[in-house]
């Protein structure tokens, strides 16, 4: 009897020593996993959202499910980082060429809706991409969508011609065909050539 105790024992130390070890290899296979990327990995459910696209036609996030989505959140007076974000996301176009890059979208949220009607949108998104969609809403559902990627806006007095400025979260955020958020590029991780790559690694 105390021979068969020991054989248990000896089992169920080896299944927690193997259990152990089998988290170890899965974390250290997880962690791999995520550096192969050249975005930050960032795990976000998105709450689905509706908006008014430049077309004036209601868009929901749901509507491109089946799809990775790139989102940025910008304005159209913006002097100099939304044009150039917008010509990175055109170059990952231009990266992943046809057909491939009718499997993706480019939602361009804006965080000035005083400004941005779907007019102004409708002049301004398609010049870097005919295939960009553009977005805007009343300001609580643009706050709310903000909300939702946890990015930051706020309006700036400023001398410029352009009027007012905004101060925003200048990230692009790529979501997977679930509509979840999975990597974020900053400013210093704008290479369109890069982040294609990524692309296709869930294509």
Known sequence: MKRKNIIIASFVVLFLVAAGWGAI????????????YYGNSLEMEIPDFTLTDQNGEKVSLSD??????????????????????????NGVSNEIGKPDS???K?????????????ETLKKYVPFFNESFTGLTGTPDEI???ANSFRAFYMKEESDSEAG???????AIYLLDRKGNVIL??????MDPKSIAGDLKKIL
């Open 25 to 36: 290899l899965y974390k250290l296979w997880e962690h791999k996993g995520k550096e192969d």
């Open 64 to 89: 491109f499910r089946g799809k990775p989505v790139f989102l940025f959140f910008g304005y159209t007076h913006c002097p100099d980082i939304c044009p150039i974000t917008l010509s990175v996301l």
């Open 102 to 104: 009718d499997e993706f």
């Open 106 to 118: 480019v939602l361009f949220v804006t965080v000035d809706p005083e400004r941005d009607n779907p």
């Open 143 to 145: 706050q709310d969508v």
């Open 164 to 170: 007012y400025l905004m101060g925003h979260t200048s």
């Open 184 to 189: 974020r590029y900053p400013q210093d991780k």
